[in-house]
């Protein structure tokens, strides 16, 4: 189950819960999970979604999905990021440009508080259906020397480019499907040793403490901004943010998702036990 598909559409078209095209997707999901013999999710929280959509507990595994600290871990090279420079303070955000992530609500944020952070800069990498209103945006509120628009580079560079910056930014606005959002950009920044301004969606705040993330409350530039040069003035907070979040990631790291997934599925394929048969062969 990689999406909860109810509340995507609730999301993506504007619809209530009470919809009927948010109600056959609730009674497909349902029938789905009866037919499996195993149902993986991707989160505890959605795991106690569908749990009170009728999921037994015991037939359902949360496998996260979680970077590869092989290719995060270390430095690689990246010639095609900048040199850092020490008079800089670079936040950054790497991926997807759309509505849903919140960059409009970034560029927002930095130009309320750039003047409170001489040497600030706002980068952000990637591509997609927002590139031009948010390069737009970034002229309206001339910002353009300071909001770096760097386009997309491959994943194999995305390391180098965040050990780079000093402060990742997730501004992931909130709504009925968001709300149960975890990216795997956060990953990505806590295994580099980043630390993070995120927005308090509920499932991020379900596996990180406010001593391992800067949480920002979701679609509130000023807040965003608060938080901004909270961060700016306090380097020796941002290296204990850091470390924490290294803590609190450790249980959900990839190798004990991989781990769980293979026994997992040893389990399933073991032909020891005896199972009953789904459908009775008797003549009707």
Known sequence: MHEITPEFYMSKYGLTSHYWLVRAMTYLERIRMNFADHVITITEPIQDLLIGRGLPRAKSTVIMNAADEAMFGVEPPAPDAPAADPQKFVMMYHGTLTRIYGLDIAIEAFRLAHREMPGAELWILGFGPDE?????????????????????????????????????????????????????????????????????????????SDAALAFAAPNDPADLARQMVRMYGQPEQRARNAARAREEYAPIRWDVMKDRYLRLVDAIVDPAPVLEPRWTTEPL
Do not use: Q
């Not at 353009?144 to 194999?156: F, I, N, P």
């Not at 930014?169 to 980043?194: C, H, Q, W, Y």
């Open 132 to 208: 031009d209103y948010l390069k737009r945006l970034t002229e309206e509120h001339g910002l353009t020397s300071k909001v770096r628009m760097l386009g997309a580079v491959t994943a194999d560079k995305v390391p180098g480019w965040l050990h780079k910056c000093d402060v990742g930014i997730l501004p992931m606005r909130r709504d009925v499907f968001l709300d149960f959002a975890f990216p795997n950009k956060l990953s990505e920044f806590i295994i580099t040793g980043t630390p993070v301004l995120v927005s308090r969606l509920r499932t991020i705040r379900h596996y990180f």
